[in-house]
């Protein structure tokens, strides 16, 4: 077994602090990475609280991950050593059900998340990229290109899949009018990725004070969400609206904005329920309300490209890790620019 640390919540109530566990030392087709930075998620204080009620403790977060390759199994083909690799939400799916033979293994009943689902390896659960290396099956890795700065990459396996994916998913591009709602760690990805491809982009926030930097980041318009005045403005005017928003809130106000056959997709998975939207609203001009689970392996390492291509990457605030408390309680507060990201070299073993 691999000796390997990081930090762990131990319960729902206390800090993260340091933690020493075991990782399975690679087999033939494993890829064992050096954690160089890994991005801090809404996912993780959800997960690291038990607000979402499935966490077992010690609990160690992190899938946003971005490292070099230390060891590679004897199968391992498209990996070598010193390549930079990227992990993100997942690390092992069934590979046969039609959602995996699709590319869509975030949706198959087997997909293995990167921390806090069962391992069948060790038989305990799975931890994350608050560490200092991983072991993660080759089809789970992604080629991270060395253009662009490997620490504003991270989040991009999280926050920059779970809005590209849905962005494509609903064919966003020119000609079209589209919102994003919310200007944190994946509102601010949707805002780059609805504007390079080629939509009029409105942002949503609750922040007056992000305006210039959501313009500067993408966005046509800025619409404070509050002001009933301002909404009102743009009453059936949205092809597509994606809705990152961490907390339960009225959805009537975005459904009554987009315009007929229109859809509001949900990425933002609160601890508590929305309250229940106006049916009539749905029903009035055919709108449609969705959701969207992170996305494939395929499309991952696509939107991976495109970024490379693009020169897209997070805007960060690069964080030691023993700072990471800290960051939950500002994320808490919506005071995030626009991810945070730990730099694995400040963790002490
Ligand atoms: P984040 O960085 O904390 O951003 C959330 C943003 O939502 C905040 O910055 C804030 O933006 C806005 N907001 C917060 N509280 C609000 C409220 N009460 N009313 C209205 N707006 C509010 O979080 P994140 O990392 O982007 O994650 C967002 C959500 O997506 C989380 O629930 C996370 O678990 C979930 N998630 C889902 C997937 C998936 O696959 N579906 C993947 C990753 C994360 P403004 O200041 O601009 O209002
Ligand atoms: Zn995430």
Redesign the pocket.
Known sequence: MLKSYGYAAYNPQTPLRSFHFERRQPGPTDVLIQILYCG???????QARNE?KASTFPIVPGHEIVGKVIEVGSAVSSFKLGDLAGVG?MVDSCGVCPDCQDHQE?FCEQTVFTYNSPDKHSGKVTYGGYSNQIVVDQNFVLHVSAKLDPAAVAPLL??G??TY?PLRHWKVGKGQKVGI?????????GVKFAHAFGAEVV?????PD?EAD?RRLGADEVVI?KDPEQMAQHLRSFDFILN??????DLDQYLSLLKRDGTMC??????QPHPSPNVGNLIAQRRALA?????GIKETQEMLDFCAEHNIVSDIELIAMPAINDAFQR??K???K??FVIDMATLQG
């Open positions: 801090v998620c809404h996912s993780d204080l959800h979402w939400c975030q999280c926050a899949i779970t994916s709602v919310g200007l944190g760690g994946l509102g601010h990805m942002l949503f926030t609750t922040s992000k959501a969400s990152t928003v961490a907390a339960p809130h949900l990425v933002g998975m609160p601890d959701g969207s689970l992170i996305g994320m808490l919506s005071d995030v626009y991810r």
